[in-house]
């Protein structure tokens, strides 16, 4: 298996679990927040469901400034649209990385905002980072949705919700 084809598998092993915590957001509640300075739970889930793009990205362009690009965070309209995302950005990054060649993952990419330098890591570096990144979040999203008393599916195992 090349190393691209391993990142995708990586990637693609996370769908399914992540679908069903995407697919439980109320969307009645998409502008909710546990707390004045977090994301509303519509943007968390957006947020979870678009992290891939960031692969794709470093497919698309050596470098990304968030100032230069005038980037701002999205919530998303509907759920429909964040399971929309989840299928589209998933898909494409995943397609990526399983074509790429070792050496093309082995290419530098960069994120910043402005001078400040983010991150400089090789595409595979990024992607994996991407990865752990939307992990995090999933954590963040199972306990807005605990508060909201929505019932969390199993992401590593079985949760309080799950166990028998």
């Known amino acids: 298996m090349t190393k691209g084809a ?12 992540t679908h069903t915590l995407l ?9 909710w927040k546990p707390h004045e300075k977090s994301m ?14 960031w ?19 999205r919530s998303p309209e509907n759920h429909a649209e964040i399971m929309a995302t ?12 399983r074509k790429a060649s070792d050496s093309d993952l082995d290419v530098t990419w960069s994120m ?13 570096e990024n992607a994996r980072h991407h990865i752990k990144h939307m992990i995090h979040h999933r954590g963040q999203l ?13 992401l590593f195992g079985p949760t309080a919700d799950t166990r028998r």
């Open 112 to 124: 910043s905002r402005g001078e400040h330098v983010i991150s400089t890591l090789s595409r595979a």
């Open 55 to 73: 692969i794709i990205k470093s497919f698309e362009m050596p470098k990304f400034d968030f100032i230069a690009a005038g980037y701002a965070p």
């Open 142 to 154: 199972s306990v807005y949705l605990r508060l909201l008393d929505v019932p969390i599916p199993e």
């Open 86 to 97: 989840l299928e589209e950005m998933w898909i494409k990054a995943a397609e990526l990385l």
């Open 6 to 17: 391993s990142i995708a598998a990586e990637l693609l092993h996370f769908y399914p679990p």
């Open 23 to 31: 697919e439980r957001i109320p969307a009645d509640k998409l502008a």
């Open 40 to 53: 509303t739970l519509g943007r968390l889930g957006r947020h979870v469901a678009e992290l891939p793009h």
